[in-house]
């Protein structure tokens, strides 16, 4: 093992990133490659960039030559780039960074096999990214902390957003099929997952490009089936109407968790017409009371961005409104970034920069006390959690997240008593809450409280969400 040549991967961006790093890692694995945190004992480096929106293309860039910067002072013989940012720019990065050895572009993942085996190589390795589609047959070694895995569903996206660059990049939707999911989730099982997170850039419109166009909940309700998956949970869900099987399988299937992540975007009608949603505000009030109505405890997560071109004062309150008005459990803000080659990208009326960052702060104001809200609710309740290990946080408490948190964007549950092993499933007493995180005590598997010293058991409260005026 000592002999073995070392790999060292950045990855940036997206969870759909995420699992095309582990694709590499899986290849650098067959090659014999054995994998170091510290970059500075690595002969090859994997920078896996990200080319969304302006902030986390720079990102990508100070990482290419801070990792460029080692061969100065490291082991390093070899500085690949892959993933969205070569993929995009790749003539540009080939000219203005002669420290990268070999570019490959956003679906070339597989091509690291051969990059890693010859000396002599063709630097530029960017290929089409429509040849490409994952499969169960991949390999994956798995990053993600405790028993929880992404499960990325399809590539590619066939809507016409008029701020997003990544169909440009990223190609037509390409879904993969029922039965190539349902292998990989077995396997993913027999390494210990109990918990997919289904992933692609347009989740709702999985299956369309396939023959028979089976549907995200006949794909939910068969990954549900896999013996020893626990949790089935969805990601990346376009806000268009829901069909009554996805309801139904979200509201009564015992597996697939009662959460979604849709990301709205915004609600003022004409914001959304400018930025190319193919519905207007009405149907996001629609959709949510929709839910709230027919999903039993339901939490909803969702992201906005404001600063879009052309956003007045008057469609920021709108959006404001909304967000109360919606009370979501979780969400995220994003500021506008200029792309070129988008339709928004090519727009005047342009937001101030100042103005837009104080929208970014009122609204996550506003979002605050809602969310320190349902989390206060949550004191005295008993939830399932999955257990993750030991806090990076807290020497001596254990941490995990209860169904209603996803993997790194919701917040975690700190286990402050009691003993469990990362995977399990447990019920927890919930003691406290902060405006994003919980602290419970662990139930013993019988699923009885034991008083930590000098502790009283908080009062069993039942919770039942708001459910809204149609």
């Not at 170091?36 to 002969?43: K, L």
């Not at 949603?277 to 909803?300: A, S």
């Amino acid at each position: 093992m000592g002999d073995a040549r070392t790999i060292h991967f950045v990855s940036l961006g997206c969870a759909k990133n995420r699992v095309d790093t582990e694709v590499m890692l899986g290849v650098s694995g067959l090659e014999g490659f054995r994998h170091v945190d510290d970059p500075t004992e690595a002969e090859v480096i994997v920078v896996n960039t990200c080319g969304f929106i302006g902030p986390a293309k720079e990102e990508s860039v100070d990482t290419i030559l801070e990792m460029a910067a080692l061969r100065d002072q490291g082991r390093l013989e070899r500085l690949v780039v892959a993933g969205c940012l070569s993929q995009r720019y790749p003539e540009q990065l080939a000219e203005e960074m002669p420290e990268v050895d070999v570019f490959l572009g956003s679906s070339d993942m597989l091509k690291l096999g051969p990059v890693l085996r010859q000396d002599q190589v063709e630097r530029m390795q960017v290929g089409n990214p429509a040849d490409y589609t994952m499969r169960a047959t991949d390999p994956r070694v798995l990053t993600q902390r405790g028993h929880s895995a992404y499960l990325k569903i399809a590539e590619g996206c066939n809507r016409s957003c008029s701020f997003c660059a990544i169909p440009s990049f990223r190609g037509k939707q390409r879904s993969r099929r029922v039965e190539d999911l349902v292998a990989e989730a077995e396997q993913l099982v027999e390494r210990g997952v109990v918990e997919v997170c289904l992933i692609s850039q347009d989740t709702i419109a999985y299956g369309r490009d396939l023959d028979g166009r089976p549907s995200l909940a006949t794909l939910a309700a068969a990954l549900a089936e896999v013996p020893g998956l626990r949790w089935v949970r969805l990601h990346y869900l376009y806000p268009e109407t829901l069909t009554r099987d996805l309801v139904d399988v979200l509201a009564h299937h015992p597996k697939v968790l009662p959460y979604i992540d849709m990301p709205l975007q915004h609600a003022s009608t004409p914001m959304l017409r400018r930025m190319k949603r193919g519905h207007g505000g009405k149907r996001l009030y629609e959709l949510v009371d929709k839910l709230r109505k027919n999903v039993p405890d339901l939490v909803f997560r969702s992201s906005f961005i404001v600063g879009h071109p052309g956003e007045t004062d008057e469609d920021f309150r709108e959006l404001v409104d909304f967000v109360k008005w919606a009370e979501l459990d979780h969400l995220g803000v994003f500021l506008y970034s200029p792309e070129e080659g988008t339709a928004s990208g090519a727009m005047d009326d342009l937001v101030p920069a100042k103005v837009a960052r104080a929208r970014h702060r009122e609204l996550m104001r506003a979002q605050r006390p809602i969310s320190r809200a349902k989390m206060k609710a949550r004191i005295g309740t008993e939830l399932e959690v999955l257990v993750d290990g030991q806090s990076d946080e807290h020497e001596y408490l254990l941490e995990g997240r209860w169904w209603g948190q996803a993997p790194e964007v919701d917040g975690k549950i700190y286990l402050s008593n009691g003993d469990a092993s990362p995977g399990e499933i447990r019920k927890a007493l919930v003691t406290n809450a902060a405006d994003y995180d919980l602290v419970a005590d662990l139930l013993t598997p019988e699923g009885e409280w034991v008083a930590p010293p000098g502790a009283k058991r908080p009062r069993r409260r039942k919770v039942q969400l708001r459910t809204l005026a149609g």
